[in-house]
């Protein structure tokens, strides 16, 4: 088994145990935090922006980040999202239904897999068993726009990790946690002559992260975040066919011991190609730039790519990179 599967089969049990540290505390943020796993990002449009998102506009996505953005859909669209990082392989769904009656519905999920390690026997060195680690998220959103600026939504999310083990396992503990919670958030398009929305969310609200048939039960990474979403206003970028748009937030994490910033820009040629930058100001080594870049396929599909060179993830040996997969109807 390589060290970096090893690494991830531990933070796979640090964070369903929060026991002492096993890894750099950077990555498996605040020790007195449960369900760390709802920290990691999810799609390839939001991390190319550096995870500057609560103000912007993601499609089926946004559900993941700020809910309320889902009541600016006029399209139905389901998106499929995929991940390799340092903490594992995951894979996510996310549909949302707009109706100008109803509002907008969605639901999601995902489930990361930190990898199996192999149990050997202490004296003859053999294989006996194995051991697996799995986070999972589902969740239901809801937004509505009030009025002409303003958008609210809400998601109910159920999260589970799993620590188990297969074989001849002896005192190896087999362990799951689980806990439900809900992200609320809002969106305000201001009445400027420059096309401004400001954003907030809280995320991750919910009973504390129990672990079955343990007496530990940790606190969930409660999450607030603020920020606002700009597009420059340069006329010839619109003879150009081609529009900027800026976001910038603020980040804090119960999990956390200092507030994060991050920032983004989205470049866009005639709606049908982008290119997105950005950076996460995060204490640590968490922080860094990213990168991804958008393109039509066809008439409603859109590809999404996107990489993160954190310095954790640099020395680890491995880049994340995000794919994301959009079909509207």
């Given amino acids: 088994m390589s060290p970096r599967c090893f690494l991830a089969v531990l933070y796979g049990i640090a964070a369903v145990l929060s026991a002492s540290p096993l890894l750099n505390t950077n990555t498996l943020h605040a020790q007195n935090a449960g369900a760390t796993f709802l920290l990691l990002p999810v799609g390839a449009r939001s991390v190319g922006g550096g995870e500057a998102a609560v103000a912007d506009t993601l499609g089926a996505e946004s559900a993941w980040w700020n809910p309320a ?10 998106s499929l999202n995929g991940s390799q990082t340092f903490e594992g392989t995951s894979a996510a769904i996310s549909v949302a239904r707009p109706s100008r009656v109803l509002g907008t519905i969605g639901a999601a999920a995902t489930i990361l897999d930190y990898g199996t390690q192999g149990l050997t026997d202490p004296i003859t060195g053999g294989e006996i068993g194995s051991i697996t680690i799995r986070s999972s998220v589902a969740m239901l959103s809801y937004a509505t726009p009030i009025g002409n600026r303003l958008r609210f939504g809400l998601s109910y999310k159920y999260a589970r990790q799993a620590f188990t083990c297969s074989g001849l396992c002896g005192d190896t503990p087999q362990l799951s946690g689980s806990s439900s919670a809900l992200d609320i958030g809002a969106q305000y398009v201001v009445p400027t002559k420059v096309p401004l929305t400001v954003a907030a969310a809280v995320r991750h609200i919910g009973p504390r992260f129990q672990v079955q048939d343990a007496e530990q039960a940790d606190p969930l990474p409660r999450t607030w975040q603020v920020g606002a979403s700009a597009r420059v206003p340069i006329a010839a970028l619109d003879s150009a066919e081609t529009t900027v748009d800026v976001m910038a937030d603020l ?67 491995a880049t994340p990179t995000y794919v994301s997969l959009r079909f509207l109807f």
């Fill in 251 to 317: 980040f804090k994490s119960t999990a956390d011991r200092s507030v994060g910033a991050r920032f983004g820009a989205v470049v866009s040629y005639r709606g049908r190609y982008s290119l997105r930058a950005g950076y996460a100001l995060d204490e640590g080594e968490r922080g860094g730039p990213a990168i991804g870049l958008g393109a039509y396929l066809s008439d409603g599909m859109i590809l999404d790519i996107a990489r993160r060179f954190d310095s954790f993830s640099a020395q680890a040996g």
């Fill in 69 to 78: 953005a889902l009541g600016a859909m006029n399209r139905t669209e389901l």
